[in-house]
């Protein structure tokens, strides 16, 4: 009789981890596609920012059009990379896509820029002045949408490699979600500071 009671206990206890378990990597899974849901928002404002400036930039930088469809070539593709991220966010194929579209696309954008320097109208202009502003603004935003999601992934992640969810999370196909890089640093630390003299 003994036996039996501790039989049925015991299985309680490990039918409560199990769904205690799983119900957490739901709840967290869920957490970083939200997470995901917030980075996509910027993203796309972001994109609907870029052919205004680009309009905007057109105007002065005739003479510069391989750096305009660069910039429409590399926000195209970013578009792209950001709706198959959108679609599972924390694949690791779509992360990686997705960070490396991004880079792409804030390159581009640092040439348009820098460019955009040599014409002291195009500088001047209210229009463009106010675009940037609010590229800066939004860059703010993604940067700040990442560290969350990124936040979610660890904390997902952990709990699925974490004793006793491990077991669940193998059970039931949880699988690792992938980090989202962020291009404004890769980008920076790649492009080290040249110092002439």
Do not use: W
Request: charged letters at 20%.
């Amino acid at each position: 009789m003994g036996l039996i009671i501790f039989i049925i206990v015991l299985g309680a206890i490990i039918a409560y981890i199990c769904v205690d378990g799983y119900n957490r990597l739901v709840t967290q899974r869920n957490r970083y596609k939200n997470a995901y849901a917030q980075i996509n928002v910027q993203l796309q404002r972001r994109y609907d920012l870029i052919p205004n400036l680009l309009e905007t930039a057109k105007g002065y930088l005739s003479h510069e059009r391989e750096t305009l469809e660069a910039v429409i070539s590399a926000r195209n593709i970013a578009i792209d990379a950001s709706g198959r991220a959108a679609r599972d966010p924390g694949a690791p194929a779509a992360m990686q896509n997705l960070s490396q579209a991004e880079g792409v696309l804030t390159g581009a954008l640092g040439r348009l820029f820098a460019v955009s320097e040599s014409y002291p109208n195009l500088k001047a202009d209210s229009t463009m002045m106010q675009l940037m502003e609010e590229l800066t603004s939004t860059e703010n935003r993604v940067g700040f949408a990442r560290q969350a999601f990124n936040d979610a992934v660890t904390l997902y992640n952990t709990t699925r490699e974490a004793f006793p969810s491990n077991l669940v999370a193998n059970q039931f196909g949880f699988i690792s979600a992938e980090l989202l890089a962020d291009v404004a640093v890769e980008h920076e630390v790649r492009m080290a500071p040249r110092v002439a003299f």
